[in-house]
């Protein structure tokens, strides 16, 4: 077994629960605007949003967008779709207060807390997330995760991201280890795992849905407490 000193840890739907905190958001979103006159239910709105945010993310990813565009066009997408008479104002201040929502909802992926303190007087911890800036860090401390890690590494203050191997061998560089000392925790099969992987990392992929995935992990758990038994 290889000796692992620093664990990288992803944020987003790994650690912070970024599926149930957008989805009541989005709920919140669709009660104050009184999205109702304009799709037949929530579940409408919501589906549309999903569509396009998705892809939206995997360009972002990609670097084929900026994030300007992936806020103003997810929730321009599905006033479009239903021909709806709305400004592209309005779905730029919706957009924003839904991100400024979502860094208040509380939920956590479960145990994510139990985890990290597991992991904390064993490992030295990077929080490593693709987010924006000032989204994740709000996040973090609004979810107290923040006395927890020795670096956030944020993409968008290192001015690239995963998968970009210059993102993970920077995190390597501020936390002095080479390749082999580290592990890299994350949800993500293409920008944590595929990414850490081309730095000579290893690898656990949190995968907690059945479906397959094409990329091998060094490690593949289904929930966050069976990383206590690899680490
Ligand atoms: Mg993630």
Not at 26 to 46: C, I, N, P, T, V
Not at 57 to 64: A, G, I, L, P, V
Not at 144 to 161: A, K
Request: hydrophobic letters at 35%; a negative charge.
């Amino acid at each position: 077994m290889k000796k692992y000193t620093c664990v990288f840890i992803d944020l987003d739907d790994t650690l912070w629960d970024f599926r149930t905190n957008a989805y009541l958001s989005l709920q919140d979103m669709y009660a104050k605007y009184e999205l109702k006159r304009y799709f037949g239910s929530f579940e409408h709105f919501f589906r549309l949003y999903t569509f396009r945010n998705k892809q939206l993310w995997e360009r972002y990813n990609r670097n084929e967008i900026t994030k300007e565009y992936l806020h103003k066009e997810r929730f321009l997408y599905p006033f479009r779709q239903v021909h709806a008479n709305t400004t592209e104002d309005f779905s730029e201040k919706i957009g924003h207060d839904f991100l400024m929502t979502t860094t208040t909802k509380p939920h956590l992926i479960p145990f994510a807390k139990e985890l990290l303190e597991y992991l904390q007087p064993k490992y030295r911890l990077s929080l490593v997330s693709n987010g924006f800036s000032e989204v994740q860090q709000r996040k973090i401390s609004n979810s107290h995760l923040d006395h927890f890690f020795d670096h956030i590494i944020l993409s968008e203050d290192v001015g690239c991201q995963k998968p970009d191997k210059r993102f993970f061998d920077f995190v390597l560089q501020q936390n002095n280890v080479p390749a082999d000392e580290a592990i890299m925790i994350g949800d993500n099969p293409e920008t944590d795992i595929a990414g850490a992987r081309n730095s000579g990392i290893d690898q656990i992929l949190y995968h907690p849905n059945t479906l397959k995935t094409e990329i091998q992990a060094t490690f593949t758990v289904k929930s966050l407490e069976e990383i206590t038994k690899i680490l």
